[in-house]
């Protein structure tokens, strides 16, 4: 089935702004969930943002009021808006699904995803 087509990333300053897409249908229209990721070398995979198909996405706090996830069905396109970017905020970028099962408003909330993408790399210069 192929993985998402990730794009978006690069390099900014401190303040500055990006967003990200990740382009694959089954994430829109056979997901229970998506959820945008990120990992900085030598740290773990952090989940940033939960978006459910009614639209409801919750946050980490450290990016919330900073970062907007969305997506649009017609496009078969997810988004990240990265704004007031932080030096800390340097990591590659993935995302994720969980498909519609009865184990997935379960598997949204422990961050249990699948069908990752390539990942795009976002680096923040002070």
């Known amino acids: 089935q192929g993985q998402p087509v990730e794009s978006g990333g690069g390099s900014v300053q401190a303040g500055g702004s990006l967003r990200l897409s990740c382009e694959d249908s089954k994430y829109t229209r056979n997901s229970y969930c998506v959820g945008w990721f990120r990992q900085a070398p030598g740290k773990e995979r952090e989940g940033l943002a939960v978006t459910y198909m009614d639209r409801r996405t919750t946050y980490i706090d450290s990016v919330k009021g900073r970062f907007t996830a969305s997506f649009d069905k017609g496009k078969s396109t997810l988004y990240l808006q990265l704004s007031s970017l932080r030096p800390e905020d340097t990591a590659m970028y993935y995302c994720?699904?969980?498909?519609?099962?009865?184990?997935?408003?379960?598997?949204?909330?422990?961050?249990?995803?699948?069908?990752w993408g390539q990942g795009t790399q976002v680096t923040v210069s002070s």
């Open positions: 994720a699904r969980v498909p519609p099962t009865d184990e997935a408003p379960d598997r949204c909330l422990r961050y249990e995803f699948i069908d």
